[in-house]
């Protein structure tokens, strides 16, 4: 509706941000940065969907409520964790059994690191993650847990002094990462894969520096260490420096030494040089032979 000198005048309260198109007949409303036309044009506002509690509620599940919810996931994450000091996340499998060896490396692992002087994080579930957290607890250190939202619910296990849930895999991996210094990672399956494997891309390209990733049971880590030397190397996939970037060992101590020893090493300039060195040597590889 138009005045009589051709000003756009809202109809009323509820569409006073509708009005006529540049293409006649065409409606429009603006949201801020966004133009909508014609059939994109909602038939009430947000703040009536919002007020009324008789509507649908999904738009609570719509992709611009969703990146407030990851905001304020990492807000949170930021918040809580800023202020932990030194700490290591150690990764395993949730399905390991209280009454296995594994369980009791955890344990072990755990309370090593906490004599050590860091925190342990861990994913705050069952298995390996309850014995990290049960070793760091019982040795009067710091126990975290980064829980995550499953579809079979999966509760923080008793050992975590500060638990922190997430509805997102990725703001939970950046907690990870952020705030440890280090990695060990237990027998595991599929998550415990997924966060070695992006461990070590990040080391590889330098995203993070003096971060030793440290996997505990050669038994179990032989077979990957094996395939990675004889399949992924010789096809040019990765580089001899490349599996550098793991430790494997049996040995609690030889795994925190490692851990400690990599935080000794070097100042941050030092490391960035390094970190430029192995870029270098990256493009090198990959630039064609003439």
Not at 56 to 74: K, M, Y
Not at 255 to 280: F, K, L, M, N, Y
Request: proline share 4%.
């Amino acid at each position: 509706m138009t005045s009589e000198n051709g000003a756009v005048r809202p109809d009323d309260g509820i569409t006073s941000e509708l009005h006529r198109g540049a293409v006649p007949g065409t409606d429009e409303r603006h949201r801020g940065p966004v133009t909508l036309r014609g059939r994109q044009v909602p038939t009430s506002t947000t703040d009536q969907r919002l007020l009324d509690s008789r509507g649908p509620s999904d738009w609570v599940h719509t992709d611009p409520w969703r990146v407030l919810r990851i905001q304020a996931e990492f807000v949170e994450g930021f918040g809580q964790l800023a202020e932990l000091g030194r700490a290591v996340s150690v990764f395993g499998s949730a399905r390991t059994r209280r009454d296995s060896a594994e369980y009791v490396l955890g344990e072990r692992v755990g309370g090593a690191l906490a004599a050590a002087g860091f925190a342990v994080i861990t994913g705050g579930g069952p298995g390996a993650m309850e014995a990290a957290n049960k070793g760091a607890c019982e040795a009067g250190g710091t126990s975290v847990g980064l829980g995550i939202e499953l579809p079979i619910e999966q509760d923080l296990n008793d050992y975590v002094d500060l638990g922190i849930n997430f509805r997102y895999f990725f703001a939970r991996k950046t907690m990870f990462v952020k705030y440890s210094q280090a990695f060990v990672v237990l027998p595991g399956g599929f998550g415990t894969m997924d966060e070695l494997f992006e461990a070590l891309t990040l080391v590889q390209t330098g995203k993070v520096t003096r971060f030793p990733v440290v996997l505990l049971g050669t038994a179990y880590w032989s077979g990957l260490i094996d395939w990675l030397r004889t399949a992924m190397l010789p096809a040019g996939m990765i580089h001899e420096a490349d599996l550098g970037l793991i430790s494997v060992t049996d040995d609690v101590d030889e795994a925190v030494a490692t851990i400690r020893e990599a935080q000794r090493w070097g100042s941050p300039a030092e490391c960035e040089a390094v970190a430029e060195t192995a870029h270098d040597q990256q493009r090198a590889a990959n630039r064609p032979e003439s």
